[in-house]
């Protein structure tokens, strides 16, 4: 059973895009979670055009209800440049259980090869403008 859920996520992520993850980048990845939601599992993959960002959420143990928000993703830089963002939603996530559901997200750049740390965090309210 655990099986196909880790099959059934990773292909649902291969999916997001519309075309295969790339291999796999070698930059530390921070999570960033909330009183109601754990980020894990994430990973960082090479694109044609930037950084596939991909990985898991699940509630954290006893809340239950409706998780707002949208997870933040960055591409940092270490000369200074503003990094890259995108903002995603995950897949279904049940109000109850310890399920957890996919979520994938594509940093734009063509200087991929200089990001050199990425971050994931669940933001409750949308970013400012």
């Known amino acids: 059973m655990v099986f196909k859920t880790v099959v059934g996520g990773a292909l649902a ?3 997001l895009s519309g075309c ?3 291999p796999r980048l070698a930059v ?3 999570e960033a979670g909330s009183a109601r939601l754990q980020v ?4 960082a993959h090479a694109r044609s055009d930037g950084v596939e960002v991909i990985g898991r959420v699940r509630r954290k143990p006893l809340y239950v209800g409706v998780i707002g928000g949208h997870l933040h993703v960055e591409g940092r830089f270490s000369d200074g440049r503003p990094p890259v963002v995108a903002d995603t939603r995950w897949g279904g996530l049940p109000s109850r259980g310890s399920t957890s559901a996919s979520f994938g997200a594509v940093l734009r750049t063509d ?3 200089d990001i050199t740390a990425i971050h994931v965090e669940h933001r409750l309210r949308d970013d400012e403008g």
């Open 20 to 22: 295969a993850v790339g």
């Open 111 to 113: 200087r991929a090869a």
């Open 28 to 30: 530390p990845v921070s």
């Open 13 to 15: 992520l291969a999916g």
């Open 40 to 43: 894990f599992w994430v990973s």
